[in-house]
């Protein structure tokens, strides 16, 4: 059975569907990627897959590059003849499940978080809403990593019931991420550690004024891991963000190709996102022990409970962040530890990689006796 992925960047697809490719070749699946080059393109064939390029931007606004992405997904559907097509993100669910309703092909669309596309209140919000509405139609099953977003989309109606499915985020191989054994220094900083975009839904201002607050500390290491574009920013929090790189808030080490290492030394994970779909970094610090901070939002507040595996703050409220933080450093090392094994336990019981290579599997076998 031939299988075609379609996302809108290669790094989405090594960092977050590796697993799940592999997997899937592994039962015997043959595997196509399209999607956008860039410095993790070449990866892509070492998983076992073919890859092809497509010119999608993203962010790109431009009508006609927009048609000639999508008759170049409608080409390689034609002339590849897949059994089925797995799309992830915006972009290619919209164009993907189009596609479907002209083309026979059997279209998965996962939705893997909905972001300030969806709440907030612009043109661009409802003109996304409205193609969702269009192109799912005839789609076969609509992914979810929250039931939240799942009901957003039923509310909506941009699904019927029959095609949502839960699927427990993009998976995580609890071999990779386990805490590795290690001596504890003398006199050691308790490490804090973000690990995402540099982005505004991601809480970037409110942990900048939370680590202004614990700047007095020098018991306490931030660690900012992630890229930072300054045109991904506000002005205001970009220069903010500047200043405390500069005031030696935090350490900015930009994005880290092995998150492990960092992750090794890191004694609890920060992450004050607006929204999430299933926070893969929560999961991946879940997997390795790490008790985590996060904001009670979808996404989020499904994989933290709070004062069993961490802390949940308010979202935007970075005086009720830095509170969590604070009291986290009260907390006994015996309490820390055990918030970490609750957490290693939450994700192997429900998040590890096998279990949703499971419903990709169930679902697409059930789908292809019925043709």
Known sequence: MKLMFVANSSWNIVNFRSDLIKALISKGFNVQVLSPNDNYSHLIPKLGCDYIKIDLNARGLNIIEEFKVFFQLWYYIKILKPDMVLSFTIKPNIYCGFISRFYDVPVLCNVTGLGSTFTNHSRQNYFINALYKLALKKIKICFFQNYEDMQY?????????????FVPGSGVNIQLFKKKNKTIKPNKKFVFTFVGRILKEKGIGELVKAGRGLAQDNSVKIIIAGKFEKTKLPTDLCLQFEDAVRDHV???VGFVENITDILNETDCLVLPSYREGSSRAILEAMSMRIPVITNDVPGCNNLVKDGVTGFLTKS???ICLEKNMQKMLRLTSEERRIMGN????????????KKVVKVYIDIINKFNLKE
Do not use: S, W
């Open 153 to 165: 989309f039923l509310t909506k109606k941009f699904i019927a019931k029959h095609q949502a499915y």
């Open 250 to 252: 935090f350490d900015h």
């Open 316 to 318: 935007m409220n970075h």
């Open 342 to 353: 609750n957490g290693r336990k939450k994700v192997v019981a429900e998040f590890q990689i």
